[in-house]
């Protein structure tokens, strides 16, 4: 390593600290102190720390919401993940393995879906007139809608490096179609499939706008509406502000740290098709 690829890198690592490790202490810092502590927003270590209690009180809000909220996030998070990677995994293949011009078709609609911006009356009106408003399955179709086009393109690009020739002996002993994308293309999708569950669950963990459009109700409350429920009760509370922060930042923060080399890898493992 030369002197300037090691300068690069202390500054990158500066930068990074600056930008994202310092927010998240500072939001620490503030969840753990008491009420009048905090609402000075100093960068300062509490005289005396209260973070049990911070938590605890936050959890018992309002009925223990923050609870309810996780376990509506999580609903929606797992079946709307599970069903991306199930439909998206199988229009990918079949637009890669089968071109023709209804495939061309569709496939301008994969694209056109991440260029054209969602229209949110028409949206609702869809839902009430199925009569999914203001309900979870209502709430995991809109996410499995939003969030095909990217995960279609995904697959597509992946399944593009595996070669024919799987497919062909497949076929050669008997395998139907169905057979042969679970049994021999899915198993090998495995690195773009961790990327895209790792992706898709943190995009989906923290929608906010989603969710205050289409899932209003007390008993829907995800955990991003609760920081929006709960700025009027906290506005003179920053450390319970900070607390709910806290509680709503960790667990897409901790997938990303366990899970970064694998978004990296599934990203990069379809870019050059050999």
């Known amino acids: 390593m030369t002197r300037r690829q090691l300068y690069i890198g202390i500054t990158s690592l500066t930068a990074c600290g600056l930008i994202f490790v310092l927010p998240f202490l500072f939001i ?19 005289h005396e720390w209260q973070l049990v209690q911070n938590f605890i009180e936050v ?16 609903i929606i998070t797992v079946a709307a993940v599970s069903l991306l990677v199930l439909l998206g995994a199988m229009v ?37 007139s199925i009569g999914l408003f203001k309900s979870i399955s209502g709430m995991i179709l809109i996410q ?6 990217f995960t279609v393109l995904m697959f597509r690009s992946f399944i593009a490096t595996i070669p024919r020739d799987l497919d062909e002996a497949a076929i050669i002993d008997g395998a139907k179609p169905l057979q042969i994308f679970f049994r021999v293309v899915l198993p090998l999708l495995q690195p773009v499939t961790v990327t895209i569950i790792v992706v898709q669950s943190i ?26 429920n709960f700025q009027g009760q906290f506005q ?22 366990f899970f970064n080399r694998q978004i990296v890898a599934g990203m990069t493992a379809g870019a050059v098709k050999g």
């Open 28 to 46: 620490f810092i503030t969840a753990a102190k008491t009420k009048q502590e905090a609402a000075s927003l100093t960068f300062t270590l509490p």
């Open 59 to 74: 959890i018992q809000t309002r009925n223990y919401m923050l609870l309810l909220a996780y376990f509506n996030s999580t």
């Open 92 to 128: 990918g293949y079949i637009l890669q393995r089968r071109p023709s011009g209804w495939n061309r078709i569709i496939y301008g609609c994969v694209l056109a879906g991440l260029m054209i911006p969602p229209a949110v009356v028409p949206t609702i009106w869809v839902l009430q």
């Open 144 to 149: 499995v809608a939003y969030g095909l086009a």
């Open 203 to 228: 995009a989906i963990f923290n929608d906010f706008t989603n969710p205050l459009y289409y899932l209003p109700g007390r008993e829907n409350v995800t955990v991003q509406l609760t920081l929006y």
């Open 236 to 257: 003179t509370q920053y450390n319970l502000l900070f607390m709910n922060i806290l509680l709503v930042t960790i667990p897409p923060l901790i997938v990303f740290v």
